[in-house]
């Protein structure tokens, strides 16, 4: 039996129609309704035809519904659980797919009413296109899905959005909504930060000109664009959301490096490579998880039969 | 007819060893001698069958060869150019491969004999990869070749050169050394040393386990891990030799990221979203430049079709 038979998603950007067609390939039973706050958004997925019901609200949307996922930019979650709140149907599970957790949580946890279960969630996993035309069913198979549901979190309620990520091909996880915002800062929000850095400071340089730095991007540059394209609202909101724990890996960030600038200043040969060399276990330890495609330069080159 | 009928490479790393497999498959009728200062990689290189010859050592390899390219990390050059002055052919063009140019430049220029032409090049190619087993002949591929002559070359020897590369699927493009050092700070420099740096970082967390690092690496994490796998070596003498230009990016870096840092303490969502939106634009003129594969996610993931 399917934990849960009627869907509600809000927002049908890449990760909310990511999730839906994810629902229609894996769990076709499954009576789904969407919506978004873009009208535009809304015809784009009636031509898409990724859901049974597109409704024009939120509020519509989440009627009779057992389970609702916020797919919204962090900064809009709590506009929508004032909107779904007086509509939301005795006992229904709802849920995210937020990168943040904490701040977010204490949020929308007021607004619930009495039977209702919060349960937040964050699939790893993205791209750095946007939009209900990227999405793509697949796109959480083998990714992992952390939940971090609340003190007192009914069991029953937890184990049901575990079985309904797990049957879209995710791993589950249960984690602390504060450790998920700080184990997040380092391994998705510095590098997204890093990775917008560096491409102002390369686009706005006095001595070398932008196609300069785009004609020999491939020495090394490329590889920071393709996370500096994701959504700006999306993580605009997540690092004003999670900022306590941002500026604080950012800060360990800005010591190492200024380790690294005095290795270099002063000539400093065994530093720089004893530290470069101990980036190659993680890398391979990251690709032995199946976390990262094992295909040299990302498989851009095709390298021809030896 | 060609440029040059008998050549030589110092060094089979990934750039030596493609630059061979290249010439092989390009210009097959060229006479090849090639070296390394590991016999272990010498051995190896004779099992690819990548030569005509592998010499015992550099002055061996440059006897009467019309183009010698040197293709070790850049802290060699000065002994290698110690070991083959004596033996170069007169009239030969002595080049290179390295990833900075005006240190290096001067350091050899005193030492090439008269009638020598020392015409220093850098292709921009490679992958995270190293080794003779890791080249292939495709590397070079409509990727730029920087050439950067000294002043008063000799132009016959500067187009023997550039038709050179062009043959091997190079676009070949002419530059002052000292700007060639500033555009690959910044295009390829610094990514590399932001690269190893939040390696570095989120390795060694006190809050984070280096497990959670690796689980979660599909947030963004990984992507910085495919550069912070190259060579230690090459990358600290990269480091140490291009200094000046560098650090002076990298002050401009940190500025910037400060700035970023500032905005998020701050709360000014409109700076965040304003540099961030920025860059998509960046993102659409490298792949429009044929610099970088614009498959989502570099094709890690295989879209259903829609």
Redesign the interface.
């Known amino acids: 039996m399917l934990a849960f038979s009627r869907v509600a998603i809000i927002g049908m950007g890449l990760i909310g129609s990511s999730l839906a067609r994810a629902i229609r390939a894996q769990l076709p039973t499954v009576r789904l309704t969407v919506t978004d706050a873009d009208p535009a958004v809304r015809s784009r997925v009636l031509d898409?035809d990724l859901a049974d019901d597109v409704a024009d609200n939120a509020a519509t949307a989440v009627i009779d519904a057992d389970l609702v996922i916020l797919a919204v930019p962090l900064?809009a979650f709590a506009a929508v659980g004032v909107t779904i709140a007086a509509d939301l149907a005795p006992g229904a599970v709802v849920s995210d797919v937020g990168?943040a957790k904490a701040a977010v949580t204490e949020a929308l946890a007021s607004l619930m009413p009495p039977g209702v279960h919060l349960i937040p969630a964050h699939p790893?996993?993205?791209?750095?296109?946007s939009g209900p035309?990227?999405g793509?069913?697949?796109?959480f198979h083998n990714?992992?899905c952390?939940l971090t549901p609340p003190e007192g979190t009914d069991p029953t309620a937890l184990a049901r959005l575990t079985d309904f990520w797990t049957r879209l091909g995710a791993r589950v996880?249960i984690m602390d909504a504060k450790?998920h915002d700080?184990?997040?800062a380092?391994?998705?929000?510095?590098?997204?930060?890093?990775?917008?850095?560096?491409?102002?400071?390369?686009?706005d340089?006095e001595?070398?000109t932008?196609s300069?730095?785009?004609?020999?991007?491939?020495?090394?540059?490329?590889?920071?664009?393709?996370?500096?394209?994701?959504d700006?609202?999306m993580?605009?909101d997540v690092?004003?959301t999670n900022?306590d724990a941002?500026?604080e890996?950012?800060q360990?960030?800005?010591e190492?490096?200024t380790a690294?600038?005095r290795a270099?200043?002063w000539?400093d040969?065994d530093t720089?490579?004893h530290?470069?060399?101990?980036?190659?276990a993680?890398?391979?330890?990251?690709i032995d998880?199946g976390?990262?495609?094992d295909t040299?330069?990302?498989?851009?080159?095709?390298?021809?039969p030896?």
Chains 1, 2 share one sequence.
């Open positions: 898409l900064g990168s790893v996993a993205g791209t750095e296109k035309d990227a793509f069913a697949s796109l990714r992992w952390i996880e450790h700080l184990v997040l380092v391994t998705s929000h510095l590098p997204h930060l890093i990775a917008y850095s560096i491409v102002g400071t390369a686009s340089l001595g070398v932008q300069e730095v785009i004609k020999y991007s491939a020495g090394g540059f490329r590889d920071f664009t393709r996370i500096a394209a994701s700006p609202t993580w605009r690092f004003l900022k941002v500026l890996i950012l360990r960030f800005t190492d490096l690294l600038q270099i200043r000539g040969a720089l490579h530290r470069f060399a101990a980036s190659r993680i890398r391979k330890a990251i998880a976390q990262d495609a040299v330069n990302f498989g851009r080159d095709i390298a021809p030896r």
